[in-house]
């Protein structure tokens, strides 16, 4: 089993900024791309930015030029680095991450979720 803990979500006004990390343990034996979620209340799950092994990325057109995303393979963390925030930014943030595992011998590749920080922006 792989565990995602996420932190750094909290209240800020408009025009601040937060950072978010989500670190990965357990039966890791690589981890694939690794992302960040939101889900405002009222709406459905939207992914805001991915990161694969390699540090390519992409990101949602409401965010684009405003988040960052990285990772350190190291530390099986990702991060969230969001400067600028707006209200409408204000959601519960999920990070995900595809896992390989070696289970009994063999390769197992599952996606997991973190259980989500929320995000406040005031204006």
């Known amino acids: 089993q792989v565990q995602l803990v996420e932190s750094g979500g909290g209240l800020v006004q408009a025009g601040g900024s937060l950072r978010l990390s989500c670190a990965a343990s357990g039966s890791i034996f690589r981890i694939n791309a690794m992302g960040w979620y939101r889900q405002a209340p009222g709406k459905q799950r939207e992914l805001v930015a991915t990161v694969t092994t390699g540090g390519s990325t992409n990101y949602a057109d409401s965010v684009r030029g405003r988040f960052t995303i990285s990772r350190d393979n190291a530390k099986n963390t990702e991060y969230l680095q969001m400067p600028s925030l707006k209200p409408e930014d204000t959601a519960v943030y999920y990070c995900?991450?595809?896992?390989?595992?070696?289970?009994?011998?063999?390769?197992?590749?599952?996606?997991?979720w973190g259980q989500g920080t929320q995000v406040t922006v005031s204006s």
């Open positions: 995900n991450a595809e896992v390989v595992e070696g289970v009994s011998g063999y390769y197992i590749v599952r996606n997991y």
